[in-house]
T-cell receptor
Framework: QKEVEQDPGPLSVPEGAIVSLNCTYS??????FMWYRQYSRKGPELLMY????GNKEDGRFTAQVDKSSKYISLFIRDSQPSDSATYLC??????????????FGQGTILTVHP | DGGITQSPKYLFRKEGQNVTLSCEQN?????MYWYRQDPGQGLRLIYY???????QKGDIAEGYSVSREKKESFPLTVTSAQKNPTAFYLC????????????FGPGTRLLVL
């Protein structure tokens, strides 16, 4: 079983829809949670960064972390065609032997059609 | 203009050949990383370096080698021992603080002839 599981999709939604992207994980030592967006043939860019459980909002994007369920989500409101990309969740522990080591999900391919 | 640059954008390797991928950053970051991305598998860590002249193996280091002679540079060599090198290679960097997250370069696509 992989440490981080992410539904690879593909996910196709109409413009203006609310998108929900999810990851589950098995390692209870994970403390820091990230969402990256990756356009085709480009490097990933950091979208959201959260620590421990709770919600974080940034414009149309909301990241949720539920450590008790080992479950993280990214919500995109009023989705736009420019949101079409692969979304990667990533997480890591608090330091020590897990220093700097990110564990990634497989990525979800999202297409928002006009 | 601060960032991470990777070159070349595309690289072709012949059987039995070693090839080197370049990664340079001008963000003054101490830590640098190399990942490999294959379809449907996310990113997997090859090597990372927290400081100049020091580096550690990641999850899939076999068939790869690195050096860290300068803070700004972290080249990756894909050796002939790597039997399945076709992939998208991503370099990343971060500040030394373990709470800092990683920022990625644009990637190099390696193809085998």
């Amino acid at each position: 079983q992989k440490e981080v599981e992410q539904d690879p999709g593909p996910l196709s939604v109409p413009e203006g829809a609310i998108v929900s992207l999810n990851c589950t994980y098995s390692n209870s030592a994970f403390q820091y949670f990230m969402w990256y967006r990756q356009y085709s043939r480009k490097g990933p860019e950091l979208l959201m960064y959260t620590y421990s459980s709770g919600n974080k909002e940034d414009g149309r994007f909301t990241a949720q972390v539920d450590k008790s369920s080992k479950y993280i989500s990214l919500f995109i409101r009023d989705s736009q065609p420019s949101d079409s990309a692969t979304y990667l969740c990533a997480m890591r522990g608090a330091g020590g032997t897990s220093y700097g080591k990110l564990t990634f999900g497989q990525g979800t391919i999202l297409t928002v059609h006009p | 203009d601060g960032g991470i640059t990777q070159s070349p954008k595309y690289l072709f390797r012949k059987e039995g050949q070693n090839v080197t991928l370049s990664c340079e950053q001008n963000l003054n970051h101490d830590a640098m990383y190399w990942y490999r991305q294959d379809p449907g598998q996310g990113l997997r860590l090859i090597y990372y370096s927290q400081i100049v002249n020091d580096f550690q193996k990641g999850d899939i280091a076999e068939g790869y080698s690195v050096s860290r002679e300068k803070k700004e540079s972290f080249p990756l060599t894909v050796t002939s021992a790597q039997k399945n090198p076709t992939a998208f290679y991503l370099c990343a960097s971060s500040r030394s603080n373990s709470q800092e997250t990683q920022y990625f370069g644009p990637g190099t696509r390696l193809l085998v002839l």
